[in-house]
């Protein structure tokens, strides 16, 4: 097992042990699966608890890879210590994959890891960029977020090698017409076959009919990640973005009209609900949310990632 730790192992469990059933963040899901863990195939979560220890829970799910026609176990732990919480997964989803028409370049593949989330985040003086030596978070189900590309234009084919974060014309995954190959749960494969997210998983969260969207995972900074919809105090709906396209054209690089390409394409204009890290406070409770168009998930961290999300731990 690849361990990923901030803090001294006997330090994060100290008070670990079985998890107890909660309240707000919702006992395992699913029925047992036979050897003590939750069946969290295709799973709906419910709980809004911004706190990782109401969220604790020992689960399997069962999918497929559908393009190579390969099942999968997927598996995933998350317990609870003073401080911080510990997720480790095999970095399999709890829902079916690589069900596009192209199947992914590089095959899926197990990769066990551990993220430490911090129970009691807190707000920085200014916010964090994103790095793309880091993951943006990790759901509920284990899988990561990643929301970055390593793919600019006028950098080798597009598609990889831009690891400078400053380069401009950074390709979105999820604009239409950038063409990294991801699934109908808008996520693929990196190089090492770990499967991630760039944008909405479109799992883990149900309709505006359930009610406001439960947490499905958690950002670096241990701010919770909530699906898209929210009570505006008048009805449930799906929060917007502030960030705004760009009208025009391109004074440089690929040149052309502004169409959502490239992350330079959109710009942070307060238009929506959400601040320039695609968050806000609900019910006293600051997260991210799901949103339909850039930046998608986050676009920055409030607080600070903890260290075990840096993928050369």
């Not at 911090?118 to 707000?123: A, E, F, L």
């Not at 509920?140 to 929301?147: E, F, I, P």
């Not at 090698?161 to 991801?182: I, L, Q």
Request: net charge negative; with cysteine.
């Amino acid at each position: 097992m690849t361990l990923r730790c901030a803090l001294p192992l006997v330090m994060i469990l100290a008070g670990c042990g079985t998890p107890a059933a909660d309240e707000d963040g919702g006992p395992p899901i699913g029925p047992d699966a036979g050897d003590g863990r939750a069946d969290i195939t295709d799973a709906v979560f419910e709980g809004r608890s911004g706190d990782c220890a109401d969220h604790t829970r020992s689960a399997e799910a069962f999918v497929t890879d559908v393009n190579e026609m390969r099942d999968f176990e997927a598996r995933v732990d998350l317990v609870a210590g003073e401080a911080a919480c510990m997720l480790t997964s095999n970095a399999i989803p709890n829902h079916d994959f690589d069900d596009a028409a192209g199947a992914f370049v590089t095959s899926v593949a197990e990769r066990e890891t551990t993220f430490v989330i911090p129970r009691r985040p807190t707000m920085a003086s200014a916010p964090t960029e994103l790095e793309l030596r880091s993951y943006d978070g990790v759901f509920l189900n284990g899988v990561v977020l990643d929301l970055l590309a390593a793919g600019c234009f006028g950098v080798g084919d597009g598609r990889i090698g831009c690891f400078d974060r400053s380069t401009p014309w950074r390709y979105d995954p999820m604009a239409p017409g950038a063409g990294f190959g991801t699934d109908s749960h808008n996520a693929h494969t990196q190089p090492d076959g770990r499967y991630h997210y760039h944008g909405d998983p479109l799992a883990m969260y149900g309709e505006p009919e359930r009610g406001p969207s439960p947490v499905t995972g958690f950002a670096a900074d241990g701010f919770p990640i909530y699906g898209p919809y929210f009570d505006d105090g008048v009805e449930v709906r799906a929060a917007r973005s502030g960030f705004t396209l760009r009208e025009g054209t391109r004074p440089d690089g690929p040149g052309g009209a502004y169409d959502g390409t490239y992350v330079d394409d959109w710009e942070f204009t307060g238009a929506g609900d959400l601040d320039e890290c695609n968050g806000m406070t609900v019910d006293g409770q600051y997260g991210y949310y799901v949103t339909a168009t850039f930046p998608w998930i986050l676009r920055c961290l409030r607080g600070a990632p903890d260290p075990s999300f840096d993928k050369m731990m």
